[in-house]
């Protein structure tokens, strides 16, 4: 089974036994579900994602997976679409989203290959999942399928810090993640790249001391230790060595 396949049964396995045990949480969308230390870039993207998207504009989210950052693009008023390669996951996030579920049109969708025309889309979003498909295919898919001038907003992890990457390769050797997907983790070079398709890009940069956070939240708490990290990540100017970014892209070429 090649790594694309053992992602979507991984997944697509886990949103089924959500469905079984009744465990699918309502409510648990948003990043209110994401412990605090873990939060500030989620928190950063939903900013993003208001400021990003206007009411009634059509938003393709990728990868949308159980619908945990699918509420922030429904709640602008924005006609979404969520999009999964795994089809048991679009039925948790419908669960997961209820009422406000039945405004979202789900499908089920590669990421390489989106079965959508080309321009139909004001934005496109994603949560942590660039790193699942091939990186020019599925740049190039966000691309055609963004109409001219709109805009791309992501949140996803970054591969330069050696740490993280330590942990990540931990993961994949537990099988917790397909060898593929330590490759394709994002850098610097593919949000270059990413650049080249809009006319404007802004990053912010997260985490650089999320390794530690665990022990120093022992000490003096878990909401003061990520405090602390936001304000590290501001005084250092945290760029490379960072756990997670968020890639607002606008004016697509
Ligand atoms: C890390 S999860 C993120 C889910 C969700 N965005 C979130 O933040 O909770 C990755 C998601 O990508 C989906 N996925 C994996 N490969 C894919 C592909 N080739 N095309 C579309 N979705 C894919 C998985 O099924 C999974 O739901």
């Known amino acids: 089974m090649g ?3 053992s992602e979507r049964e991984r997944y697509d396995d886990r949103a ?3 469905l079984q045990e009744q465990a699918a949480a309502l409510g648990a969308v948003g990043s209110t579900a994401i412990p605090p230390v873990l939060r500030a870039p989620y928190l950063f993207y939903e900013d993003a994602v208001r400021q990003t998207v206007s009411s009634g504009d059509r938003v393709l989210e990728i990868g949308s997976g159980t619908g945990m950052h699918t509420s922030i693009l429904v709640r ?4 979404v679409t969520a999009t999964d390669i795994a089809p048991h996951t679009l039925e948790v996030l419908a669960r997961n989203l209820g009422d406000i579920g039945r405004r979202v049109t789900r499908c089920v969708a590669d990421m390489e290959a989106l079965p959508f ?7 496109v979003a994603t949560a942590g999942c660039l790193s699942y498909g091939e990186p020019t295919k599925v740049d190039a898919e966000i691309c055609r399928v963004i109409r001219p001038g709109g805009s791309f907003v992501c949140v996803d ?3 330069h810090n050696p740490l993280y990457r330590f942990n990540r390769w931990l993961r994949c050797r537990r099988g917790d993640r397909s060898a593929s997907t330590l490759r394709r983790m994002p850098d610097e070079s593919r949000i270059r790249a990413i ?3 809009f006319s404007a890009l802004d990053v912010r940069y997260f985490g650089g001391f999320t390794w530690a956070l665990s022990a120093i939240g022992q000490v003096i708490g878990a909401s003061r230790a990520a405090e602390l990290s936001d304000t590290l990540d501001r005084w250092c100017g945290v ?3 960072a756990f997670k970014f968020v890639l607002v892209a606008r004016g697509r070429r």
């Open 239 to 241: 760029r490379r060595s």
């Open 3 to 5: 790594d694309k396949e």
């Open 195 to 197: 650049r080249r398709g």
């Open 16 to 18: 089924l036994r959500m």
């Open 117 to 123: 025309e080309d321009g139909v889309f004001d934005s």
């Open 76 to 79: 602008t008023g924005a006609r």
């Open 157 to 159: 992890s970054l591969n």
